[in-house]
């Protein structure tokens, strides 16, 4: 098998994966589109062709393209990822966070490790109640230099997820930092799990709900776009973020 038979796969499933807005294609139906974060977020690596996943290169024309469609009024992310990579998610969180157009996240089954942001970042967050959310320190694959520098890396990397949770979510960042870092919880890890009703009690996420309660937040952002986001604008720069 060549190299272009190999890759016909991959095509296909962005050229499906790109056209999702057309299957919106009933008049009557509600401006409102779906875009499913699924499996591992796949980062600069292309992961094996086994595994599900969420293709950052493709999601990210996708959300431009759905950000300047004026005939779409609404964005719902449907969650169900074991997370991936730090970068990758952190880009797709940040674009999804700067759009104009109403978002609300849905996490169903499972919002896991760099999932936590893609779910905090929408206008609005929702989680069923059996959704599990895993948070956990930056781990990595491959080599890794023994020297303090590598731990000062993922120190910072920790910090800029934390930071982003913080900025666009109820929780307070020393409550997550914890979370992050409990020893007691998991037999071969470090960090927390934490179900659908415990992330609302600590502001990680807005409601407990399902696809109703998403699909109606999106309803009531059609009259006024903005008022939301307003309110969950990122908060000024220099402030204590411990004090969140």
């Given amino acids: 098998m060549n190299g272009t038979e190999k890759d016909a796969p991959a095509r296909a499933a962005a050229e499906t994966f790109l056209s999702l807005p057309a299957l919106r294609s009933d008049p009557g139906a509600l401006p409102f589109v779906s875009v499913p974060v699924i499996g591992q977020i796949e980062g600069h690596l292309r992961l094996d062709e086994k595994e599900k996943a969420t293709r950052y ?17 609404g964005i719902l992310l449907l969650l169900n990822t074991l997370g991936g990579d730090v970068e990758a998610g952190l880009a797709l969180a940040e674009l999804i966070a700067s759009l104009r157009t109403p978002t609300a996240a849905l996490v169903l089954g499972g919002g896991h490790s760099i999932g936590i942001p893609l779910a905090v970042c929408a206008d609005r967050s929702f989680i069923v109640p059996s959704a599990t959310m895993t948070i956990h320190p930056v781990r990595s694959t491959g080599t890794v230099i023994g020297v303090p520098q590598s731990f000062y ?6 910090e800029r997820i934390l930071t982003f949770l913080a900025d ?18 998991m037999a071969n890890d470090v960090g927390s799990i934490i179900e659908g009703p415990e992330a609302v009690k600590i502001g990680l996420i807005d409601e407990v709900g399902g696809l109703a309660s998403a699909l109606a937040y999106l309803g009531s952002r059609r009259a006024d776009p903005e008022a939301e986001k307003a309110k969950r ?7 204590a973020k411990d004090d969140r």
Wanted: glycine share 4%.
């Fill in 233 to 239: 604008r990122r908060k000024t720069p220099g402030k």
């Fill in 168 to 185: 666009h979510s109820r929780a307070k960042k020393d409550v997550l930092r914890r979370l992050m870092m409990n020893t007691g919880e």
């Fill in 153 to 158: 890396y993922f120190d910072r990397m920790q």
């Fill in 57 to 73: 290169e493709l999601l990210l024309p996708l959300l431009v393209s759905l950000e300047e469609d004026p005939a779409v009024e």
